[in-house]
């Protein structure tokens, strides 16, 4: 694998120097996360989210397994109070698995070679190069909560791989979300299908980099399938939210 340290410039120039974008960011997790919340960052890359959560006032449990990435988010958030950084995946059984590089945009370096074969035939994908693998540590989410608790949020983006992580919970969460993509339409599917499983969820939904809740009342698990079906391939991805009713 090439060593090019572009793509985590590169990841921090998205993820830190447009502050339009932290203020939304900060103003829809403020709806989620409470000041002495706990929250899982599944997936924290260099930790754009995991600042925000800290900057409401959350405890912090950040997991990123890419080695070279992992090191930026130690740097940028290691010493703040209230941060836990583990250099792990998660998934649905704890080991040791092959991750998929992409040196050029570390952002969309993944578990799931299912999002591999799908990017080779999208437009919007066209370009990307997974160039590398290494063998990450991975955990679960029934681990992690053992290990620290119930979170009171958990946000998971994970390129693909979302499914498998909800694979590894077994009991109901009260709050989190999900990244999804036009080009994985049937990995939501099978996140809304697995908390739907566990527990009586209602969903909203976040498109790209916009922040914003699309749903002006929480939906159902019907519903949230439909709207995402309905979503033109240009809309690429977004997050989905799931909140755990009484």
Aim: charged share 20%.
């Amino acid at each position: 694998m090439r060593h090019n340290q572009s793509g985590i410039g590169r990841s921090l120039d998205v993820y830190y120097r447009d502050a339009a974008r932290t203020a939304r960011m900060d103003q829809l997790n403020g709806h989620f996360v409470k000041k002495g919340a706990l929250v899982f960052d599944i997936g924290a890359h260099v930790g754009d989210r995991t600042g925000s959560f800290l900057r409401l006032g959350a405890r912090v449990v950040a997991l990123e397994p890419q080695p070279r990435v992992f090191r930026a988010l130690r740097l940028i958030h290691g010493r703040t109070p209230g941060a836990i950084m583990r250099s792990e995946a998660v998934g649905a059984a704890p080991g040791y698995f092959e991750m998929f590089v992409n040196s050029d945009n570390p952002t969309i370096s993944t578990l799931s070679p299912d999002l591999i074969a799908a990017a080779r035939s999208a437009d919007s994908w066209q370009g990307q190069v997974w160039d590398g693998q290494i063998s990450v540590r991975v955990t679960t989410l029934d681990l992690l909560v053992a290990s620290y608790g119930l979170p009171d949020f958990v946000k998971i983006d994970v390129e693909g791989h979302e499914a498998e992580v909800l694979a590894g919970l077994s009991k109901p969460l009260p709050l989190l979300s999900f990244e999804f993509t036009t080009i994985q339409r049937d990995v939501a599917y099978a996140c809304i299908a697995r908390l739907s499983a566990i527990g009586r969820y209602s969903f909203n939904l976040s498109l790209g980099e916009d922040h914003a809740l699309q749903c002006e009342e929480w939906i159902s698990a019907v519903e949230m399938e439909k709207f995402i079906a309905r979503l033109p391939e240009g809309a690429n991805s977004g997050d989905v939210y799931a909140r755990l009713e009484a």
